[in-house]
């Protein structure tokens, strides 16, 4: 019998597929959808204190390969999301807030209003890239390790954190044995890579408005960036803190190398532009490399790459 749950502490995850923060997640029926299909969980759209329209279109551009985005944190502001979180806890798999402050303490006025509802989970976004102005704030360790063991005193409920890819060792490994310290639960690797451009030639012009059209790079391209990032961050944490692997999904075999890379579950963000029927087939595509490598559970495969 082949079983591809997962937990991250008290969270059941039936399958080890989840959205990326961002897509497919802004409204009620988006989020419903995802909980209808395979998924095994959902993440909210990154929620701040007050509603946002958002930057000015175009503001995202897709190919096979890449995809560039300065969406602008979009959402419904943190009082709707939390308002249906009630009503979406009749799916029984785990909800996880996603959400960001522009200001220290704004982090820690949502983490307050989330601790107070039917959330199951937080994932601290310290790696937003679109914010006009604004740093990344998971580029600033001191920053971010503050705002952590803050948010650690405000919240029992499961946290993690979402954060950006990093260009050195040393710096993996300062996060991961700090997180162990704080006793973060989970980390989300990665958000996009913070600096994409493409030009369109025929139009002699970028293909995104906001930013100068400089935005965050996702899909296909991501996937060995983030890979690294994963083995890097297993191996520096002793796999104690749960990953979720976000980076080019769209295949059973792409959630296989995050598996061994050391991530539990995996997020979709691309690739789920398309739509949730997505998560259908990498159940069934990762069933079948399960059924041919004869493997039962995923922890049995976590983190485990050969040596050469
Ligand atoms: C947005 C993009 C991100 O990568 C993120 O983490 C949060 C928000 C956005 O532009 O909406």
């Not at 959330?119 to 971010?144: H, M, Q, R, T, W």
Request: proline share 4%; charged share 30%.
């Amino acid at each position: 019998m082949i079983d591809l749950s997962v937990r991250i502490k008290n969270l059941k995850f039936e399958t080890p597929f989840l959205n990326a923060s961002g897509v497919w997640c802004t409204t009620e029926n988006e989020i419903d959808e995802i909980l209808k299909s395979e998924a095994g969980g959902v993440v909210f759209k990154t929620m701040t204190l007050e509603k946002r329209v958002g930057n000015p279109e175009p503001r995202l551009y897709v190919t096979d390969d890449f995809s560039i985005n300065s969406m602008g944190l979009p959402n419904l502001g943190v009082d709707y999301y939390c308002q249906i979180a009630s009503k979406l806890k009749k799916y029984q798999k785990p909800l996880i807030a996603s959400f960001a402050g522009f200001k220290e303490k704004e982090f820690y006025i949502l983490a307050e209003k989330i601790d107070n509802t039917d959330f199951d989970g937080l994932e601290v976004n310290l790696s937003c890239p679109n914010l006009e102005g604004k740093g990344i704030f998971a580029y600033d360790l001191d920053l971010s390790f503050k705002i952590l063991k803050n948010l650690k005193k405000i919240t029992k409920k499961v946290i993690g954190v979402k954060l950006p890819p990093y260009n050195d060792r040393e710096t993996i490994k300062k996060i991961a044995e700090k997180f162990l310290q704080l006793k973060i639960d989970f980390v989300t690797l990665i958000n996009s890579y913070p600096l994409g451009a493409f030009i369109d030639t025929k139009n002699e012009r970028l293909v995104i408005k906001p930013n100068q059209g400089i935005g965050g790079l996702g899909g296909r391209v991501l996937k060995p960036i983030s890979l690294a990032q994963v083995i890097l961050f297993h191996k520096f944490s002793q796999g104690k803190i749960d990953i979720i692997g976000v980076g080019g999904v769209e295949t059973g075999d792409d959630v296989y190398q995050y598996i061994l890379a050391g991530a539990k579950l995996v997020g979709v963000g691309t690739r789920l532009l398309k739509g949730p029927k997505i998560f259908s087939n990498l159940k069934k595509q990762l069933e079948k490399i399960f059924r041919e490598k004869k493997i039962n559970k995923i922890e049995d495969k976590l983190g485990q790459l050969k040596d050469y």
